[in-house]
């Protein structure tokens, strides 16, 4: 992914906002942290890929590369997307949570429909397994491979979660969690199970923080 360092074209008085369908830059990204965001193109093996890089304050006042959203084909296919934007209240938790679920059952779901409500980095776990934290960047290739068919999908709005986590609670796997979705049908097979973990971020707002997954159910 990394271009030569002569081939990278950054062009900081750009404004990505058009290039990314009208998409605000931090709902693709990391959130509050954000002290800059460089637009720039030439990257990946054939140059033909852009990346936003974001740029965060630390405490001692320096500043570091906080992460990225990098489109190895470039981010103009966001902007041909003439879909309606939908505006979601993600300071409220319920409303947040249908809209997550509208949009994973949406029969003209993408991965990119998903992104401005997802956080960065994802948690990526699977049941009685170690979870890691990834650049959406990364996360997003394993979530296309594991999400089932719009139609298919399914959850339980009452899931008792202890039974299902073999008497734990979710916030003692997902401490940051502060909300939880049991989906019932999961993977591309839909012969799993998930919970989704919802995280509230610094400035109040929801993200669909990670996922963990039970290829085969929580109960086998």
């Not at 008085?13 to 990204?29: K, N, Q």
């Not at 084909?73 to 966001?78: C, P, R």
């Not at 997802?118 to 890691?132: C, K, L, R, T, Y």
């Amino acid at each position: 992914m990394l271009p030569d360092s002569s081939t990278p074209v950054f062009l900081p008085d750009a404004d990505p906002t058009p290039i990314l369908g009208e998409h605000v830059p931090t709902s693709l990204g990391p959130g509050p942290e954000v002290a800059s965001i460089l637009y720039s193109r030439g990257w990946g093996e054939d140059e033909t890929g852009e990346a936003i890089i974001y740029v965060s304050q630390l405490p001692d006042e320096t500043f570091a590369w906080y992460g990225m959203v990098y489109a190895k084909d470039g981010f103009e296919v966001l902007a041909e997307e003439e879909e309606p934007e939908v505006e979601l209240d993600r300071a409220d938790i319920e409303t947040f949570k249908q809209g997550l679920l509208d949009t994973l059952s949406d029969p003209d779901r993408t991965t990119k429909s998903l992104l401005p409500l997802m956080n960065d980095p994802f948690i990526w776990a699977g049941w009685q397994s170690e979870g890691v934290e990834l650049p959406l960047v990364d996360a997003l290739p394993n979530l296309e491979e594991m999400l089932p068919l719009p139609e298919a999908l399914s959850y339980d709005a009452e899931a008792a979660f202890t039974e299902l986590l073999d008497g734990q609670e979710p916030q003692a796997i997902f401490p940051a969690g502060v909300d939880f979705l049991h989906m019932t049908v999961w993977g591309a097979d839909s012969a799993g199970e998930a919970i989704l973990v919802i995280r509230q971020n610094a400035a109040g707002l929801y993200t669909w923080a990670g996922v963990l997954n039970a290829p085969v159910g929580f109960q086998q």
